[in-house]
C-alpha cells in the first residue's frame, strides 16, 4: 500500500502555476510564494551528490526535477560523462536554457513531464539517478522503473522529507528500512546516510522551523 493517494491532477496544476526565483534564489509560486525549493537544502543536495557520484569514473547520471539547479551544479564537479535532466514546469526549463544547462558538455536535457518520458530512457545505463519534483504524486510509477534503468554498482536516490532528531535514534532508520524491505528487489542493498540541518526557515512550507535535525538519505544500491 502507498503511503499517498496518487493524484496526478495535482502535478498537472502546479506545471501550470507560474514559479519565480526570488533574491535569495528560493524557486516559488508568484502568487502564494509556496516554497517549490529553498538555499536551505543545499547542504543536503552536495552530500547526495557526493554519495551517488563519488569514487566513479565517467559517471552516468540522471536527476529527474532540476528547481534551482543545486545538486545539478554538484554533480558537474565530477565531471560526468552523461548528465541527464528532466524537467517538466516552462518556467524552470526557461531559467535552465538562460543559464546555459542546454548547451554543457555531456548534458541532456529532457524539457518534459518525466511521466511522459521515463519509459523510453535507457535501461541498465546509469551509475546514479535522483528524484526529486514537487506536488508530485506518481513518484512509485518513477520508482519502479528506476531499478531497471540503473546498472550494476550503480545507486539511486530520492527527496524524502524524513528527518531524524539524532543518527543515533534507530527507531528511525528502522521504521524506513521496514518500509522498503518488502519492495526493493534481491539484486539491491538500501543504505542511510544522513545531512546535519541546522535551521529550517519559518517560512518553508515543508519541515518549517525544523532546527538540530538530520535528514535521512536512503540510497539504494544495485548489487547485480
Not at 2 to 31: C, H, M, S, V, W
Not at 143 to 170: C, E, H, I, P, Y
Not at 180 to 187: I, T
Request: proline share 5%; net charge negative; charged share 25%.
Amino acid at each position: 500500500m502507498l503511503p499517498y493517494t496518487p493524484t496526478p491532477e495535482l502535478n498537472i496544476k502546479f506545471l501550470e502555476t507560474p514559479l519565480e526565483y526570488n533574491d535569495n534564489g528560493d524557486l516559488r509560486a508568484q502568487q502564494d510564494h509556496d516554497y517549490v525549493m529553498m538555499e536551505w537544502e543545499r547542504p543536503m543536495m552536495l552530500d547526495i551528490s557526493r554519495y551517488l557520484c563519488e569514487g566513479k569514473e565517467d559517471v552516468k547520471i540522471l536527476n529527474v526535477g532540476f528547481g534551482m539547479g543545486i545538486i545539478d551544479t554538484y554533480i558537474q564537479d565530477y565531471n560526468p560523462l552523461e548528465h541527464w535532466i528532466i524537467e517538466g514546469h516552462p518556467d524552470v526549463c526557461k531559467r535552465m536554457v538562460v543559464d546555459g544547462w542546454d548547451i554543457r558538455k555531456g548534458v541532456k536535457c529532457l524539457f518534459s513531464r518525466w511521466q511522459d518520458v521515463y519509459q523510453e530512457l535507457p535501461e541498465d545505463h546509469f551509475d546514479a539517478i535522483y528524484f526529486d519534483t514537487y506536488n508530485d504524486h506518481e513518484q512509485h510509477l518513477f520508482a519502479d522503473r528506476a531499478l531497471k534503468l540503473v546498472k550494476k554498482g550503480g545507486k539511486l536516490s530520492f527527496f524524502n522529507d524524513l528527518f531524524t532528531g539524532s543518527v543515533a535514534d534507530n527507531a528511525s532508520t528502522d521504521d524506513v528500512e521496514a518500509y522498503y524491505v518488502d519492495w526493493l528487489p534481491d539484486n539491491f542493498k538500501m543504505s542511510i546516510e544522513n545531512t546535519y540541518i541546522k535551521k529550517v526557515p519559518e517560512h518553508s512550507n515543508y519541515s518549517p522551523g525544523l532546527t538540530d535535525n538530520y535528514y535521512l538519505h536512503i540510497i539504494l544500491e544495485r548489487l547485480y
